[in-house]
């Protein structure tokens, strides 16, 4: 097997989060020996991780690029999580069915280390999953500010998890993350006003919509206006593309610095009033502590549930 495995961050500016202990030291331990039992064991492996980069959405195209054009047959990104100080436990993100059934061994042997299980989830807002070509995965081993995962980290356990967890017995029954509105597959009129409203889009005359059920002019403006901020070709009529953004945006994923990309941080960037790149640099992050600040919330520049709350109830 072929393997493209992704330390997380280590290529300034691209940096990783500080907690009790530091993402990018852990994410280079663990990779490292990653990449070394996976040799061991007879694969191929490509490190993806670049030397340098010129920004972070260099950094994190570097990375699918060299996936893709040595068409590696699984790629693995590394990563550990931070919050609140209180949030622990592991989880695997994943944005194909394909990549959910390797995230799910991998979920499972780390958290028989003892870590709490956060479950597979849906990664279609993190950068590295959309865009590559292949079925890939991004673990969360444990919180790096968490007090009780930090007390039973171990980098060689936790590499020899995700190693036995990526070559060994692969699950035949389909894996289904957690439902929420990334899967809502409600496409009427109606939901599509309440949404827009929800996201708090106006029409071309800067209003609200009527949630009136009926398609018109007003509507379609909204629409178009939703899909420039999305980067989604702006034909006005919600399709396919229109309701993944809106729905990926609608589930709230957590977004944190460095590793998201897309529509949901497009419309992050819009509504903090930030250049719209879809890419979550430190811009981005200055502008959503602005707007956390401004509303009474801690300014960690983390979209969590309060934030997200604040943004669209
Ligand atoms: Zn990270």
């Known amino acids: 097997m072929k393997f493209g495995i992704d330390i997380g961050h280590n290529s300034p500016p691209d940096t990783g989060a500080r907690g009790i202990k530091i993402?990018?030291?852990?994410?280079?331990?663990?990779?490292?020996?990653?990449?070394?039992?996976?040799?061991?064991?007879?694969?191929?492996?490509?490190?993806?991780?670049?030397?340098?980069?010129?920004?972070?959405?260099?950094?994190?195209?570097?990375?699918?690029?060299?996936?893709?054009?040595?068409?590696?047959?699984?790629?693995?990104?590394?990563?550990?999580?931070?919050?609140?100080?209180?949030?622990?436990?592991?989880?695997?993100?994943?944005?194909?069915?394909?990549?959910?059934?390797?995230?799910?061994?991998?979920?499972?042997?780390?958290?028989?280390?003892?870590?709490?299980?956060?479950?597979?989830?849906?990664?279609s807002h993190l950068y590295v999953l959309r865009n590559t070509n292949m079925p890939a995965i991004l673990v969360?081993?444990?919180?790096?500010?968490?007090?009780?995962?930090?007390?039973?980290?171990?980098?060689?356990?936790t590499a020899n998890a995700i190693v036995k967890g990526l070559t060994g017995t692969v699950p035949s029954a389909p894996v289904n993350p957690v439902p929420d509105e990334e899967l809502n597959t409600d496409t009427t009129v109606i939901r599509l006003q309440k949404a827009l409203n929800r996201l708090k889009i106006t029409d071309r005359n800067g209003r609200a919509l009527v949630e009136d059920n009926i398609t018109g002019p007003a509507?379609?403006?909204?629409?178009?206006?939703?899909?420039n901020i999305a980067g989604i070709q702006p034909t006005g009529v919600a399709d396919t593309n229109t309701w993944n953004a809106i729905n990926l945006i609608l589930a709230k994923r957590i977004i944190r610095p460095n590793h998201a990309g897309g529509p949901v941080v497009r419309y992050i960037q819009y509504r903090v009033g930030v250049d719209v790149d879809g890419v979550y640099g430190p811009q981005t992050g200055e502008a959503i502590k602005r707007y956390q600040r401004q509303n009474g919330l801690l300014a960690d520049?983390?979209?969590g549930g309060m934030t997200w709350q604040k943004l669209i109830g």
């Open 301 to 303: 520049g983390i979209v």
């Open 140 to 157: 969360e081993c444990c919180f790096i500010d968490s007090p009780r995962d930090m007390n039973i980290f171990e980098s060689e356990a």
């Open 23 to 123: 993402e990018d030291v852990l994410t280079l331990d663990v990779g490292n020996r990653v990449m070394s039992k996976l040799r061991a064991l007879g694969h191929e492996v490509i490190p993806c991780k670049p030397d340098r980069s010129s920004s972070v959405t260099n950094s994190l195209f570097q990375r699918i690029n060299t996936a893709n054009t040595n068409r590696v047959e699984v790629f693995v990104s590394i990563h550990f999580n931070a919050f609140n100080g209180q949030a622990n436990g592991t989880e695997v993100f994943a944005a194909s069915d394909t990549g959910r059934r390797i995230a799910q061994p991998v979920l499972n042997e780390i958290v028989r280390l003892g870590f709490f299980n956060r479950g597979v989830k849906s990664g």
């Open 219 to 227: 509507t379609n403006s909204a629409t178009v206006n939703f899909q």
